[in-house]
Structure formats: structure tokens, C-alpha cells
């Protein structure tokens, strides 16, 4: 029986350091933000609407992250984020995307974009807050209501049901 020197079990891992994923997502970043025409003094164009560009910038995106870093979905950005190695850089990198989409909330043409993004990418962005379940005092209410009398009700009512 021989025994491989390598140490890991499976596909290798995409990214070896921080470093190298780092890399990757800056330049996804500056791919996000576009190309300015620039005039013969190397001045960006601009006209009476604002910049003029050779590629539109666009808006980032967690599965744009994902797809840039050369992951086939957002859902395998997530679980690469749970590497301890790799996790404050990925949370990072979606803390720069989460400030994007916080930030054209108060834009009229990308709210709705925006607050479909938060609720559905970021934790803590939700129409209503979560509430948190206490299920013991549940419980003991639950139990306060059976046992006050009731108009046509025994508790014993409720015992042996099992056998239907």
C-alpha cells in the first residue's frame, strides 16, 4: 500500500492565501467600476449628462464576486467563506457590495434593486425584525390554558387520543 505525500483529500483548494483570493477580488472591483474615455490630456470626457465611458461601469453584485473569483454560484462563494483562512476577506468583499446596495437606497432608480439585494444577500436586512421565540414560556402558557376550566372542556378530554 503506498501513501500519498499530499496532505489534502480531493479537488484541490481554488485559492492557497488570502493573498491570491485578495487579488482577484480587487480586480473584480475595478472591472466594476468601468472604463473612462479619456480626452488627449488623459482628463476623462465629460458632457451636459455626465462621464463619458468606453465600458459602462456596472453594479456589484455577490454572484459577480462569485463568478469573478471562478465559482460556478453565489452558494459556492458562501461556503468557501466558511474557511477560516478566506472568511474575513470574502465577509470583506460583500461588506463593500453590501455599502453599494445601502448606498442606492437612497437613489430613486435603484431602490427596489437595492433592498431585494439586502434582504436576500446581507443578514440583518428584513421588513420585519425576527422575533425571538422563547418556546419555555410557550409552554408554560400552553399549559395555563388547558388546565383553566373551560365550558365543556376536562383535560382528561385530551388524554388517549393516540389510538385513533
Not at 451636459?48 to 456589484?60: C, D, E, I, S
Request: hydrophobic content about 30%; glycine content about 8%; aromatic content about 8%.
Amino acid at each position: 500500500m503506498t501513501v500519498s505525500k499530499n496532505k489534502y483529500v480531493g479537488r484541490p483548494p481554488k485559492f492557497r492565501t488570502k493573498e491570491e483570493i485578495q487579488e482577484k477580488i480587487d480586480a473584480y472591483f475595478k472591472e466594476c467600476e468601468g472604463e473612462l474615455l479619456l480626452d488627449d490630456n488623459g482628463s476623462p470626457t465629460c458632457t451636459k449628462t455626465g462621464l463619458v465611458y468606453t465600458k459602462q461601469p456596472k453594479p456589484p453584485t455577490v454572484t459577480g464576486l462569485a463568478l469573478a473569483l471562478g465559482f460556478a454560484s453565489r452558494q459556492s462563494l458562501m461556503e468557501y467563506q466558511c474557511k477560516k483562512e478566506f472568511a474575513d476577506t470574502i465577509i470583506r468583499a460583500k461588506s463593500r457590495i453590501e455599502e453599494y446596495a445601502e448606498a442606492r437606497l437612497f437613489d430613486r432608480d435603484g431602490v427596489n434593486g437595492a433592498k431585494f439585494s439586502l434582504i436576500n444577500n446581507f443578514r440583518g436586512w428584513g421588513e420585519k425584525p425576527e422575533q425571538e421565540q422563547d418556546t419555555g414560556s410557550n409552554m408554560v402558557a400552553l399549559a395555563e390554558i388547558l388546565m383553566r376550566p373551560g365550558k365543556n372542556r376536562n383535560i382528561h378530554d385530551f388524554e388517549g387520543d393516540d389510538e385513533a
